[in-house]
């Protein structure tokens, strides 16, 4: 067992570092308060060159193993407060990218992959229906084959990226009959016709990743925008959720990293009664805890990274990781703000937005109530 | 035989006085010393630099050295010395002498040292104390070969007196002909100002990226500066946003001072921006951060909020 | 047009009191390099060539200049602390070799804050200089470089004739960001690598450093807590008002 990098990832590793301290590190209380996407900043980490760490050199992006990515990530999100970009960033790589890079077709892949490396489309998946969440398969959005295209009626609900996308990949079912295995996805593009995504939808946290819901009314889709076989969604969408799970809090494990240096800090310098309070067993005991929690969230992370890339199965390490990492956050957030005390619930102190938006990350890409039952079925309960 | 000349600058023409500084270090060297100007039509100037103790005060009067082009005058510098067998060059440190010195030295086949701070002996050898990383270090240097060429702070010299008999002055003989002709004056950005330059002021109120906006900047930073007589700096972060022109700023790539009373309007005190100010006889910091860097440095320090207090010091000045 | 870009490899002047330093491309020179990629993507220069003198550890700045975009980069292999004549008498041997039109480097190395180089070798060759530039255009067909120069009086502006040494001020431009993507190609661009003999130049430093030392620390303040205490102390104690 080796937990070293080797140079060029630790070459890498620092390049984020550079480049997230130098463009990334931009204001973020009013982009919060006015849910503002910043279209700047994504650019950016396209150009630098976050969007395409895992898709191959031959469409424009890096090609880095599932490892490096990552550990890539988590020191975006060392160096990032904008929890919205990065969730805006996670949804497009693992819920776009992901299915086209192992779905697609030849001309599929240059159509899209080029794009959703560079920065210039937006990408993410509409799966979600009003009346299916968890219960991921039991769609109403039904898609219908009309000669060279397919007219999907229905709707789609908390889709992240929806109001800002170019290209979204929608699960519709083309034979209700056969259940799950009745289900397609489809890359349907902004300007199609029968297309609605303006509706917009405001959030508790993460305000800066645009969510909408998403209506089709007779919207036609070129049969080519089918990715792979018709009843093959159900399928992908489990393949691809794989990797969002195990990676969508990659970077979350950089901010508690952050959030631990900021307490240290605050509890060195915070004097109580002639002493700093850090020297207060209740506080000293709770960024202890904090340490732990970091540190295990970042073993389960690079556990499920090095897992990835020995191509075994992942789900155990993917679930186990997903419930570390959002457990943890929210854990240090809350203890962040206690350990700051009054000044930890004001705006201005930045650890209060900290909190607002880890909490989604119990809900989204599985509860953590289905991760625990993905790890209770692996069990053998 | 003068063994060392001593570059003395001209701004349009005008003596810049800091200049004169580096006298003080030709006399601690020991040997003759000539000073060097180079311009056009500089009779004037000229005679008001003959007491200076000197052995000759030489003019390199033509049109074609109006302008200072590095070429131009390290050619014309580098024949003097040869002229003279000078062996030592001296200049005090700004943009003027750091474009033209090291291309006399390299010209005359010599060591250089930048910002020369004092004149040490050890072990019997001259050396040259210098800042180096921003002044956070000094270096202890000694140079060998036949030559050498130096630029002092002016801030670590004091003006030399003028108290000397007087010295001839003798026109440098060259042929124009030969002078390099590869660059081309064009023009040169011209800003009136009442206040004092900022290298030679007594007083300077220095303002930092804090002051938000180029009103705020002009009123409470230009406002104070007035109401001493003293003249404006600006650190980086200041400059780059707008706030100042580049020419105002202090620090380890602008310009050093050494004034009497240094006031920080907003200033953090980053190391690069301590290097100019370091050597200020008394330096006053505002600055809503209790603990801004800056404070370290501060003879007094006032934690407060610029826009409120500087009116308030502005008003109390006023009143006398 | 070919342009030789310099740069020397210095401890990090933005990593915190107390933090290991760590070496970067000398901030100026990183200028110059942005400086020289622009005039390429311009179509003002076809190939950008930098060059840096030091051991085998500055490779990892070297890696970051051709992560920037340069076309390829040599390397002399030289350990000993040399003064700025003997870079600029280095570079000068090299620059006969090369002969590119324009040298451009960054005004002065941060470490030690010579500001020499550029007009030492822009004297060794015999070429027009513009230091300390914020603003470069080419005039004529690229036969003329027009500068705008920071002097201590404000902005003053030159044209000088190509070749040239130009050295960059701050302002001249704001240097990218080295990408992953670049990373990945700089991977595959070779770093050359010679020897002061190889260049048939023989150099010794005529500078010596015989001791470096702190500067004296100023001796600590007081906090006043009004403008009144302020102005009382700067009358009697002070006496500057």
């Given at each position: 067992?080796?937990?070293?990098?080797?140079?060029?990832?630790?070459?890498?590793?620092?390049?984020?570092?550079?480049?997230?301290?130098?463009?990334?590190?931009?204001?973020?209380?009013?982009?919060?308060?006015?849910?503002?996407?910043?279209?700047?900043?994504?650019?950016?980490?396209?150009?630098?060159?976050?969007?395409?760490?895992?898709?191959?050199?031959?469409?424009?992006?890096?090609?880095?193993?599932?490892?490096?990515?990552?550990?890539?990530?988590?020191?975006?999100?060392?160096?990032?407060?904008?929890?919205?970009?990065?969730?805006?960033?996670?949804?497009?790589?693992?819920?776009?990218?992901?299915?086209?890079?192992?779905?697609?077709?030849?001309?599929?892949?240059?159509?899209?992959?080029?794009?959703?490396?560079?920065?210039?489309?937006?990408?993410?998946?509409?799966?979600?229906?009003?009346?299916?969440?968890?219960?991921?398969?039991?769609?109403?959005?039904?898609?219908?084959?009309?000669?060279?295209?397919?007219?999907?009626?229905?709707?789609?609900?908390?889709?992240?990226?929806?109001?800002?996308?170019?290209?979204?990949?929608?699960?519709?079912?083309?034979?209700?009959?056969?259940?799950?295995?009745?289900i397609s996805a489809f890359l349907v593009e902004k300007e199609f016709p029968g297309l609605d995504l303006s509706h917009k939808i405001e959030k508790m946290g993460i305000r800066t990743s645009p969510m909408g819901e998403v209506f089709f009314e007779d919207c036609e889709v070129p049969e080519e925008n089918l990715?792979?076989?018709?009843?093959?969604?159900?399928?992908?969408?489990?393949?691809?959720?794989?990797?969002?799970?195990?990676?969508?809090?990659?970077?979350?494990?950089?901010?508690?990293?952050?959030?631990?240096?900021?307490?240290?800090?605050?509890?060195?310098?915070?004097?109580?009664?002639?002493?700093?309070?850090?020297?207060?067993?209740?506080?000293?005991?709770?960024?202890?805890?904090?340490?732990?929690?970091?540190?295990?969230?970042?073993?389960?992370?690079?556990?499920?990274?090095?897992?990835?890339?020995?191509?075994?199965?992942?789900?155990?390490?993917?679930?186990?990781?997903?419930?570390?990492?959002?457990?943890?956050?929210?854990?240090?957030?809350?203890?962040?703000?206690?350990?700051?005390?009054?000044?930890?619930?004001?705006?201005?102190?930045?650890?209060?937005?900290?909190?607002?938006?880890?909490?989604?990350?119990?809900?989204?890409?599985?509860?953590?109530?289905?991760?625990?039952?993905?790890?209770?079925?692996?069990?053998?309960? | 035989?003068?063994?060392?000349?001593?570059?003395?600058?001209?701004?349009?023409?005008?003596?810049?006085?800091?200049?004169?500084?580096?006298?003080?270090?030709?006399?601690?060297?020991?040997?003759?010393?000539?000073?060097?100007?180079?311009?056009?039509?500089?009779?004037?100037?000229?005679?008001?630099?003959?007491?200076?103790?000197?052995?000759?005060?030489?003019?390199?009067?033509?049109?074609?050295?109006?302008?200072?082009?590095?070429?131009?005058?390290?050619?014309?510098?580098?024949?003097?010395?040869?002229?003279?067998?000078?062996?030592?060059?001296?200049?005090?440190?700004?943009?003027?002498?750091?474009?033209?010195?090291?291309?006399?030295?390299?010209?005359?086949?010599?060591?250089?040292?930048?910002?020369?701070?004092?004149?040490?002996?050890?072990?019997?050898?001259?050396?040259?104390?210098?800042?180096?990383?921003?002044?956070?270090?000094?270096?202890?240097?000694?140079?060998?070969?036949?030559?050498?060429?130096?630029?002092?702070?002016?801030?670590?010299?004091?003006?030399?007196?003028?108290?000397?008999?007087?010295?001839?002055?003798?026109?440098?003989?060259?042929?124009?002909?030969?002078?390099?002709?590869?660059?081309?004056?064009?023009?040169?950005?011209?800003?009136?100002?009442?206040?004092?330059?900022?290298?030679?002021?007594?007083?300077?109120?220095?303002?930092?990226?804090?002051?938000?906006?180029?009103?705020?900047?002009?009123?409470?930073?230009?406002?104070?500066?007035?109401?001493?007589?003293?003249?404006?700096?600006?650190?980086?972060?200041?400059?780059?946003?707008?706030?100042?022109?580049?020419?105002?700023?202090?620090?380890?790539?602008?310009?050093?001072?050494?004034?009497?009373?240094?006031?920080?309007?907003?200033?953090?005190?980053?190391?690069?921006?301590?290097?100019?100010?370091?050597?200020?006889?008394?330096?006053?910091?505002?600055?809503?951060?209790?603990?801004?860097?800056?404070?370290?440095?501060?003879?007094?320090?006032?934690?407060?909020?610029?826009?409120?207090?500087?009116?308030?010091?502005?008003?109390?000045?006023?009143?006398? | 047009?070919?342009?030789?870009?310099?740069?020397?490899?210095?401890?990090?002047?933005?990593?915190?009191?107390?933090?290991?330093?760590?070496?970067?491309?000398?901030?100026?020179?990183?200028?110059?390099?942005?400086?020289?990629?622009?005039?390429?993507?311009?179509?003002?220069?076809?190939?950008?060539?930098?060059?840096?003198?030091?051991?085998?550890?500055?490779?990892?700045?070297?890696?970051?200049?051709?992560?920037?975009?340069?076309?390829?980069?040599?390397?002399?292999?030289?350990?000993?602390?040399?003064?700025?004549?003997?870079?600029?008498?280095?570079?000068?041997?090299?620059?006969?070799?090369?002969?590119?039109?324009?040298?451009?480097?960054?005004?002065?190395?941060?470490?030690?804050?010579?500001?020499?180089?550029?007009?030492?070798?822009?004297?060794?060759?015999?070429?027009?200089?513009?230091?300390?530039?914020?603003?470069?255009?080419?005039?004529?067909?690229?036969?003329?470089?027009?500068c705008g120069r920071e002097t201590d009086s404000g902005i003053e502006v030159i044209a000088v004739k190509l070749p040239a040494v130009i050295t960059a001020d701050l302002r001249l431009n704001e240097p990218r960001y080295v990408s992953l993507p670049g990373l990945m190609k700089a991977r595959k661009k070779p770093?050359?690598?010679?020897?002061?003999?190889?260049?048939?130049?023989?150099?010794?430093?005529?500078?010596?450093?015989?001791?470096?030392?702190?500067?004296?620390?100023?001796?600590?303040?007081?906090?006043?807590?009004?403008?009144?205490?302020?102005?009382?102390?700067?009358?009697?104690?002070?006496?500057?008002?």
């Amino acid at each position: 067992m080796d937990f070293a990098w080797s140079d060029q990832q630790k070459e890498l590793l620092a390049a984020v570092d550079r480049f997230v301290k130098e463009q990334l590190n931009y204001d973020m209380i009013e982009n919060d308060r006015n849910a503002v996407f910043n279209h700047d900043a994504w650019k950016k980490c396209a150009g630098f060159g976050i969007q395409g760490l895992p898709v191959s050199e031959e469409y424009g992006g890096l090609g880095q193993d599932p490892l490096t990515t990552v550990a890539a990530l988590e020191r975006l999100g060392y160096g990032c407060k904008d929890n919205g970009l990065l969730f805006s960033i996670n949804a497009h790589m693992w819920t776009a990218i992901i299915p086209l890079i192992f779905n697609g077709n030849e001309a599929q892949k240059k159509k899209f992959l080029p794009g959703l490396v560079d920065g210039s489309l937006i990408g993410g998946n509409a799966m979600s229906e009003p009346n299916s969440g968890s219960d991921a398969f039991a769609l109403a959005t039904t898609a219908v084959k009309k000669g060279a295209k397919y007219i999907l009626n229905g709707s789609k609900i908390f889709v992240t990226n929806g109001p800002i996308a170019d290209v979204l990949l929608v699960f519709a079912a083309t034979d209700k009959s056969k259940g799950a295995q009745g289900i397609s996805a489809f890359l349907v593009e902004k300007e199609f016709p029968g297309l609605d995504l303006s509706h917009k939808i405001e959030k508790m946290g993460i305000r800066t990743s645009p969510m909408g819901e998403v209506f089709f009314e007779d919207c036609e889709v070129p049969e080519e925008n089918l990715l792979g076989k018709e009843g093959a969604g159900s399928w992908m969408f489990t393949r691809s959720m794989t990797w969002e799970r195990g990676s969508i809090l990659a970077a979350h494990v950089g901010t508690m990293q952050r959030l631990l240096e900021t307490c240290i800090r605050y509890a060195n310098e915070r004097k109580q009664g002639g002493q700093s309070i850090g020297k207060f067993q209740q506080v000293a005991t709770k960024i202890v805890e904090m340490k732990m929690r970091v540190e295990r969230s970042r073993h389960a992370l690079y556990h499920y990274g090095w897992a990835m890339n020995h191509r075994k199965a992942v789900y155990m390490e993917a679930a186990l990781a997903k419930l570390e990492i959002s457990d943890s956050w929210v854990k240090c957030c809350e203890d962040a703000i206690q350990i700051h005390g009054g000044y930890g619930y004001m705006v201005e102190y930045e650890i209060e937005r900290e909190l607002r938006d880890s909490l989604g990350s119990k809900l989204y890409s599985g509860t953590s109530e289905i991760q625990r039952n993905i790890v209770a079925s692996l069990l053998g309960l | 035989m003068a063994k060392t000349v001593v570059l003395i600058e001209l701004d349009r023409g005008q003596l810049k006085r800091p200049s004169l500084n580096a006298i003080t270090l030709a006399r601690q060297l020991g040997s003759d010393y000539a000073l060097l100007i180079l311009g056009h039509s500089l009779n004037e100037v000229a005679s008001s630099l003959v007491s200076y103790g000197a052995s000759t005060v030489l003019v390199a009067d033509n049109p074609a050295l109006a302008e200072p082009l590095a070429d131009r005058y390290a050619w014309v510098i580098a024949e003097a010395m040869r002229k003279l067998s000078a062996t030592t060059l001296l200049a005090s440190s700004s943009t003027f002498s750091k474009d033209i010195l090291p291309r006399v030295a390299a010209l005359v086949d010599a060591p250089m040292v930048t910002d020369v701070l004092a004149l040490e002996q050890e072990n019997g050898e001259t050396a040259f104390r210098r800042p180096v990383n921003a002044g956070s270090m000094l270096a202890t240097v000694r140079l060998s070969g036949e030559r050498r060429v130096l630029t002092v702070r002016a801030t670590a010299f004091p003006t030399p007196a003028a108290d000397a008999a007087p010295c001839p002055i003798e026109p440098f003989e060259f042929d124009p002909a030969s002078l390099p002709n590869d660059t081309e004056f064009i023009s040169r950005e011209e800003r009136a100002s009442d206040r004092p330059d900022l290298g030679e002021a007594r007083v300077v109120i220095g303002g930092g990226r804090a002051l938000r906006d180029k009103e705020s900047f002009d009123r409470l930073v230009g406002g104070l500066a007035d109401s001493l007589g003293g003249a404006i700096g600006a650190t980086r972060a200041a400059v780059d946003t707008g706030l100042a022109p580049n020419d105002y700023q202090i620090g380890q790539t602008g310009k050093v001072i050494a004034p009497d009373l240094y006031i920080a309007l907003g200033i953090s005190g980053a190391i690069q921006h301590l290097a100019g100010i370091k050597d200020s006889r008394i330096i006053v910091a505002i600055n809503k951060d209790p603990d801004a860097p800056i404070f370290q440095v501060a003879t007094y320090g006032l934690v407060a909020d610029l826009h409120q207090v500087v009116p308030q010091l502005i008003g109390a000045i006023k009143a006398g | 047009m070919k342009i030789l870009v310099t740069f020397k490899s210095v401890p990090d002047p933005y990593a915190g009191a107390g933090a290991a330093a760590k070496s970067v491309i000398n901030p100026f020179d990183e200028i110059a390099i942005e400086e020289a990629l622009r005039m390429r993507e311009r179509g003002e220069a076809t190939e950008v060539v930098g060059v840096t003198i030091g051991p085998a550890q500055v490779d990892e700045q070297i890696r970051s200049a051709l992560a920037m975009g340069i076309d390829r980069a040599l390397r002399i292999d030289d350990s000993r602390a040399l003064d700025p004549y003997a870079l600029a008498r280095i570079l000068y041997s090299l620059v006969t070799k090369e002969a590119p039109q324009v040298v451009l480097m960054g005004k002065q190395a941060v470490d030690d804050d010579s500001n020499q180089v550029g007009q030492m070798l822009a004297g060794l060759l015999g070429w027009p200089q513009a230091t300390f530039v914020s603003k470069i255009e080419f005039l004529d067909d690229k036969k003329r470089a027009r500068c705008g120069r920071e002097t201590d009086s404000g902005i003053e502006v030159i044209a000088v004739k190509l070749p040239a040494v130009i050295t960059a001020d701050l302002r001249l431009n704001e240097p990218r960001y080295v990408s992953l993507p670049g990373l990945m190609k700089a991977r595959k661009k070779p770093i050359e690598t010679l020897t002061c003999e190889q260049l048939g130049v023989k150099v010794e430093p005529l500078t010596t450093i015989l001791s470096i030392s702190s500067p004296p620390r100023r001796p600590s303040g007081v906090r006043v807590t009004s403008v009144e205490e302020l102005i009382a102390k700067l009358k009697e104690e002070a006496k500057v008002l």
